[in-house]
């Protein structure tokens, strides 16, 4: 609510002291409600699995990234090559199209798969959203063609960021991450910048990763 000057004194100055009261307070309390709907969020999230069977390889993301999980298996998800990529080529990735890769020799890493990165984060260009009215995100990791070893979700609408973790299974090796793929199903979407459909048609959205190696 904001104050009349007339309703206050005349002299300029209980009115800037209770605005400013008021307005310090507007913001304690919107504070403290987005810091209350954090530890909320934090406390509902639930890791989306693609496997009940945790003595496989297997990916943590939770359910404010990611809706659920498609597929994941042994192979590979080439991405840009169709015939080669498992998701695509199958019934899970029916509607789907490629949209963008992020591999970690490209990204100046030099991954050989003898170190081990088992979490980090991942985001891409929002403006995804843009053009495509569904996504999918795939990892693929080198664990020595012990399943699983590649994995693709269906992201929540207009998420463009996360985390990620690999957790080996009995007998699994290596885990190095290898690249990621951004997937997409076209559909009624709002009308894109200029230039933003030909930077994805292009495939030049660009993925980008954070990692850390996994604690010993």
Known sequence: ?????????????????????????????????????????????????????????????????????????????????AAQDLFLSGPAGAGYEFAGKYAIDDGGTGNTFNITYGEGTWSFDSSFWDIFSEGAIGFKFGTGNTPDEWFVYSLQDLVSSGNWELILGDGGKGGGLSHVNLYGIRGPVDVPEPGTLGLVGMGVLLLSLSQRRKKA
């Open 1 to 81: 609510m904001v104050l009349s000057f007339d309703l206050l004194n005349t002299d300029g100055h209980l009115e800037v002291r209770d605005m400013k009261r008021m307005t310090n307070g507007l913001a304690a309390v919107a504070a403290t409600v987005l810091a209350s709907l954090f530890l909320v969020a934090q406390v509902n999230a639930a890791p989306v699995l693609c496997s009940e069977d945790t003595t496989k390889n297997h990916m943590s993301i939770d359910d404010s990234q990611v809706d659920a999980c498609l597929a994941s298996g042994v192979g590979n998800i080439q991405g840009d090559n």
